[in-house]
């Protein structure tokens, strides 16, 4: 069941990311959202990324960040991959 925030797009539903706000109607989370846009990437070319999100969403995706910034950057925080986790493909020589 989803539950409405104080912003249009974001909501939080406990059967989706165990309640992280997302944007309405996807599993999208407004922490990618935001880790795009601070990786430089521009709120208007995000939905090139993410092409199923309107850039309104975008928008207000950041709003809510700015908004609830330590609640989201504790989610990129329990979210991040270990660096000895990523994949890197060794150099030939």
């Known amino acids: ?7 249009l797009y ?3 539903d406990s ?6 706000p997302i ?4 599993r999208t989370p407004v922490r990618a959202i935001v880790e795009l ?12 990324h993410l092409p199923h999100l309107r850039l309104a969403q975008v928008f207000d995706a950041l709003s809510y960040f700015s908004d609830h910034t330590a609640e989201i950057m504790g989610h990129i925080v329990r979210n991040k991959i270990p660096e000895d ?5 060794k150099p030939r020589t």
């Open 10 to 12: 974001i909501v939080r």
């Open 23 to 26: 944007i309405v109607g996807t």
């Open 85 to 89: 986790r990523v994949y890197s493909p």
């Open 37 to 48: 846009w601070q990786m430089g990437v521009s709120p208007e070319e995000i939905p090139v």
């Open 15 to 20: 059967s989706v990311l165990s309640g992280e």
């Open 1 to 7: 069941m989803s539950i409405a925030t104080d912003h």
